[in-house]
């Protein structure tokens, strides 16, 4: 992201509350609430006030994201959206927001001139308009085949209990950190409240490791607690603000940094919803740690060559009968340990 003047990553909280001006630099209002696609952790939307601006009154406003960039000296945001287009938007109010699924937020969409980005992201994958084919079910508690909401605010999320898939209590969820490029929350901050002795420090959670638990309340985090464990954390005052340093994050817990899935599936064909759940994930996730852990201690490539044999041998011994074994061992083992004296 060569060339970014701004931040890659802002604290939802942050977010919240900022000065919103129209291409003029006229104030409009400010950011009210960020509603989070749960599904996706996408912004759904952003919901905005206008202070009496253009006698909009004190309704809100669920206004697209793409319609927001940051104006960083400024600390504000600016809305491009045309002066008569929000004289007649349709707001709600305060007290009575309503419930949003797909199918009502692609009105809002539309009316904005922008293409929901899940119909945007489905023709990118199939090459086929909108969501044909998809086996999407829209809708929230009364929608049949759903019981969960499929948006939530980031203030609802912020504080709510996180659990393992044992039901364990872990900690909370402290904040969501915005891809201000994406419009999606690059990562969940995580706090364990000592919880396998991890201390005070934060941790980087990627979205797609947290399901939402409805009837109680939570979130449940499908990483190991092995992983979770030799996890590493960060300081309250020295959060990863770069894709940079988070692509290591996501690497660690097993998951493809979002940003990389759409280069991905250009070159291979494999998307979101054809990739290997986290478990499903995790026996090679940590064959290649402990594989990289070792190798990175070799120093030269015979010692791999060497090392590499000792491998092969171990995975042979699993299939030969004790004869084969006896014999090859003879040899196998002559030739490595010729290698290993040979470069000590």
């Known amino acids: 992201m060569a060339g970014r003047e701004g931040p890659e990553f802002l604290s939802a909280s942050t977010i919240k509350g900022n000065k919103v001006v129209n291409t003029a630099g006229e104030d409009l209002g400010k950011i009210e609430e960020l509603m989070i696609d749960l599904d996706e952790g996408r912004i759904g939307y952003a919901v905005l006030s206008f202070g009496g601006f253009l006698g909009l009154g004190d309704k ?78 829209s809708g929230k508690d009364v929608t049949a085949g759903r019981e969960s909401p499929e948006f939530l605010s980031a203030g609802t999320i912020k504080g709510d209990k996180v659990i393992n898939t044992e039901g364990e209590d872990l900690g909370k969820i402290e904040e969501l950190m915005i891809d ?95 990739a290997e759940s986290p478990r499903e994930r995790e026996p090679a996730r940590m064959e290649r740690r402990a594989e990289s852990e070792s190798h990175g201690q070799l120093k030269t490539a015979e010692e791999k060559m060497a090392q590499q044999d000792k491998e092969r041998i171990k995975r042979m011994e699993e299939t030969e009968t004790d004869k084969e074994k006896l014999e090859r061992l003879e040899r196998e083992r002559t030739v490595a340990e010729r290698r290993e004296k040979k470069y000590q």
Do not use: C
């Open 180 to 274: 201000l490029d994406d419009g999606r929350v690059g990562y969940a901050v995580l706090s364990f409240g000592g919880f396998l002795g991890m201390g005070d420090k934060l941790f980087a959670i990627p979205w797609k490791a947290l399901s939402l638990k409805v009837h109680e309340h939570a979130f449940v985090l499908n990483i190991p607690k092995d992983v979770l464990k030799d996890a590493e954390g960060f300081d309250k005052d020295r959060w990863p603000l770069t894709r940079d340093s988070l692509s290591r994050t996501y690497t660690y817990y097993g998951y493809q940094p979002y940003w990389q899935k759409r280069e991905t599936a250009e070159v291979t064909g494999v998307t979101e919803e054809t």
């Open 60 to 137: 809100l406003f669920s206004i697209p994201w793409n319609s927001l960039s940051l104006r960083v000296h400024e600390h504000s945001f600016v809305l491009d959206v045309p002066k008569e287009t929000l004289e007649k938007a349709e707001g709600f109010d305060k007290d009575n927001w309503p419930v949003t699924t797909r199918e009502s937020l692609s009105q809002t969409y539309n009316y904005y001139g922008h293409e929901p980005y899940w119909q945007r992201e489905a023709t990118e994958r199939t090459g086929l308009p909108g969501e044909i084919g998809s086996e999407r079910v």
